[in-house]
């Protein structure tokens, strides 16, 4: 111990899996935690210091996810790494409470088994601290088998008896106990059975908190009869045992975290739906959780634990500054707000104002699908509420309905009926205002947010509507009342946005409009314009409307509305970005298909008009090159009958030629090639033409036959050459017509030119 007390600086300590929930909000924790100076320790470790520094391991798929309260996180580091920083350290505390794998839970049994084995080498003293379960007390029996309401008590622990699936977390529990033993060891090991978790977000009762502030069922389904004892213990308070632990060093290395609640799982959810949710539960079978995905098979072990258990180390020897020492139920407000500020979970409060037909309301509807929050309409909001008091003094289960409230019920629609009859189906204005009120009071107004389209509409209205009720005690927190006019500020507009245009541009819009159309929103010219003239009024009064907010400090925000965009993309493109990011949970598994769905739908209609509007580009310019084809398709085949009609003029002589000399000579060749059968025709033929030519000379008529005036026509020249000569004797030949032409160089160039094509 004296190396310990000569210590100077931050204790060092590794806390496992610090990505985790249980483990995050332990190291948070220790990371705060300062010292507190003593006239010995004061130069060594001055008031207000750290008094850990703290470091810890995480999962790869959490490396960019650093937290900024522990100072070193090591990634998935290997077995000899592991240790080495473990060995840094002066206390080590492996966290398998929350939901740890066997994996995890082996990894614990490893650590305390490798630093036990290199405590010869520590040079002071260390301390391994195990956070595990209650659930290795689950099967633990009472002593005497007939009591039924019997509590355990920690010094119980020899004899617990662990669930069937915490087997393992029992047998790492014992062998910290056997390894840490002993006054001259010098590793020091603790166990703490911690409850079930709750607080800073909530992990195992997130299922609930979720349901319930989404609001999406009318009641929480409570899985299985709900009639178990839970022990439980706040994140925070968890983390005060191991601070307490690691300062004090207690006598007892078993220790047993829990709170002093004793409430059943039925009670916890029933509060958790009346603080935050519909206010109803409903019992459905464990099955259920599986079918629905709502828990884990693993994690409804958790929930079906039946222990009570009662606690005296944390009462008698430690110093916890207790979060929640009474329980979840009877701290669930600050629980709740724990929750929501954890999970960035705020409500977002938009009002919309404008003159008629500036188109507020399809704002409005675009900003609540973007945010999710709800659409705030004066005449929906009464036609909502009369309903529902119909419905609850028609509800036939009257175990849920008391005869006070559905007295109280059938007086406010005996109100509400009288009012419309007294002032042709309108209602007195302090009725208005108790509606109104009461909607922008309702869990899903609180909670996720809501957009008030176009009411109220005066000062006075707006005064009524938001101040602070003195006779409402559901307000015990006064941060939350606006102290300075006295208006309730969990309902009044945090962003006011005026949108503007000018009464041409209203008014033509309206114009626009069919006919049905403008007797269904009331903007027929008998009732727009005076709706109109009636907002400016009412907007350069003395004391108008966003006067009000600006006496709040609620400046609004003006906006022109200049173009028939119907979608007013750019205004509620300008409020996201004033207003900021969406403050819930996002889209459900569900509705995220369903925006991709539609987002592929409009790829694909977008990738069909633009091959459509390319054919339809292609056929103009195809159109416009029409006729210059035609045109010149026409002169091309002008031009090629021009060429056929000259050929054949040029051709009748030489076909006179052949058929009155050659022709002859030829047939005559041919009858006796008949009768002899050579071997080959060809041979036979050409010999008998050498033998028995032709009477004339033939080059000289042809070469007669092609000039025109006496002047030879060398291209017809060419073709009448290459017609009467075969290939075989060529060269011999054209030097023949050579020297007989000799006064005409175009021939011999046109000669040469085709004795070399024909090489």
Not at 69 to 80: H, T, W
Not at 115 to 123: G, P, S, T, V
Not at 557 to 569: A, I, N
Not at 662 to 686: I, N, T, W
């Amino acid at each position: 111990m004296g190396d310990e007390q000569q210590q100077t600086g931050p204790q060092r300590i590794f806390v496992s899996d610090v990505d985790r929930y249980s483990s995050k909000h332990i190291a948070k924790f220790l990371s705060t935690c300062l010292t507190e100076g003593t006239p010995e320790e004061d130069e060594a470790s001055p008031p207000g210091e750290p008094a850990f520094r703290v470091v810890g391991s995480v999962s790869s798929s959490s490396k960019r996810d650093r937290t900024s309260f522990v100072q070193e996180q090591y990634v998935s580091p290997s077995q000899d790494e592991l240790l080495q920083h473990l060995l840094e350290c002066d206390v080590v505390v492996y966290n398998i409470s929350d939901n740890a794998t066997q994996e995890q839970v082996a990894k614990a049994s490893w650590a305390i088994t490798a630093l036990h084995a290199e405590q010869e080498n520590f040079k002071s003293q260390k301390m391994f601290i195990l956070v595990s379960t209650l659930m290795t007390w689950a099967m633990t029996k009472p002593q005497d088998p007939d009591e039924t309401d019997y509590v355990l008590s920690e010094e119980e622990f020899r004899r617990r008896r662990p669930h069937p699936s915490f087997k393992a977390h029992n047998d790492v529990e014992k062998l910290v106990l056997k390894l840490g033993r002993g006054k001259k060891s010098k590793l020091a090991g603790y166990v703490v059975a911690s409850g079930l978790q709750y607080g800073m977000g909530e992990n195992l009762f997130h299922y609930f908190f979720k349901v319930s502030w989404m609001g999406k069922f009318p009641k929480v389904p409570v899985f299985g009869e709900g009639t178990n004892n839970i022990p439980m213990i706040h994140v925070n308070d968890l983390a005060g045992v191991i601070q307490n632990i690691i300062e004090l060093k207690p006598k007892s290395k078993y220790t047993v975290a829990v709170d002093d609640s004793k409430n059943t799982l039925e009670e916890i959810i029933k509060m958790i739906s009346n603080t935050l949710g519909p206010g109803e539960i409903i019992n459905v079978p464990e099955q259920e959780a599986i079918a629905t995905k709502a828990f884990e098979p693993e994690e409804l072990q958790f929930l079906s634990v039946n222990l009570r258990l009662d606690v005296e180390i944390l009462k008698e020897s430690f110093n916890i500054q207790w979060t929640s020492e009474s329980g979840l139920v009877e701290n669930m407000d600050v629980v709740v707000e724990e929750y929501k500020n954890t999970r960035q979970l705020h409500p977002i409060r938009i009002f919309l104002v404008g003159p008629p037909s500036v188109g507020k309301t399809t704002v409005a509807e675009r900003l609540c699908r973007h945010y999710q929050i709800h659409h705030i309409r004066l005449k929906e909001v009464i036609e909502e509420k009369i309903t529902q008091l119909k419905e609850l003094l028609n509800e036939n289960d009257a175990e849920h309905v008391s005869e006070e409230v559905a007295a109280a019920a059938q007086a406010q629609l005996d109100n509400i009926n009288k009012s419309m009859e007294k002032n042709a189906g309108r209602l007195d204005d302090h009725l208005v205002f108790e509606i109104f009120r009461e909607k922008l009071n309702s869990k899903p107004c609180r909670n996720q947010g809501f957009i008030l389209d176009g009411f109220p509409k005066t000062y006075a209205q707006a005064q009524f509507i938001f101040e602070e009720d003195e006779m409402d005690e559901d307000t015990e927190d006064q941060d939350v009342i606006i102290k300075k006019r006295g208006y309730n500020k969990k309902i009044t507009p945090e962003h006011v946005i005026a949108l503007e245009a000018s009464d041409d541009f209203l008014t033509k819009r309206v114009q626009g409009l069919t006919e049905s159309v403008a007797e269904k929103m009331r903007y027929t010219q008998d009732e727009f314009l005076p709706r109109l003239t009636r907002y400016r009024q009412l907007s350069g009064a003395e004391e108008s409307l966003l006067d009000f907010f600006d006496e709040l400090e609620i400046h609004p925000e003006h906006m022109e509305v200049t173009t028939d965009d119907l979608e007013y993309t750019d205004v509620v493109k300008k409020i996201t970005v004033m207003v900021g990011v969406p403050k819930n949970y996002g889209l459900s598994p569900e509705e995220q298909e369903e925006v991709d769905r539609k987002k592929e739908k409009l790829r694909r209609q977008t990738m069909a008009a633009e091959a459509a509007e390319n054919k339809r580009r292609n056929e103009t310019a195809l159109a416009a090159m029409a006729a210059p084809y035609e045109e010149w398709k026409k002169n091309v085949a002008e031009v090629k009958r021009q060429e056929h009609e000259l050929l054949e003029a040029h051709s009748l002589p030489l076909r006179n030629y052949l058929m009155k000399y050659v022709m002859p000579s030829l047939s005559e060749a041919m009858l006796e090639g008949c009768k002899v059968r050579p071997e080959d025709p060809v041979d036979f033929l050409e010999k008998a033409m050498s033998e028995n030519p032709p009477t004339h000379n033939k080059t000289t008529i042809v070469l007669q036959l092609n000039c025109d005036d006496g002047v030879p026509d060398p291209e017809c020249e060419l073709w009448s050459l290459n017609w009467l000569f075969g290939k075989a004797g060529e060269e011999r030949r054209m030097a023949n017509v050579v020297r007989q032409q000799k006064s005409s160089p175009i021939a011999k160039e046109r000669i040469r030119e085709s004795s070399s094509n024909l090489t």
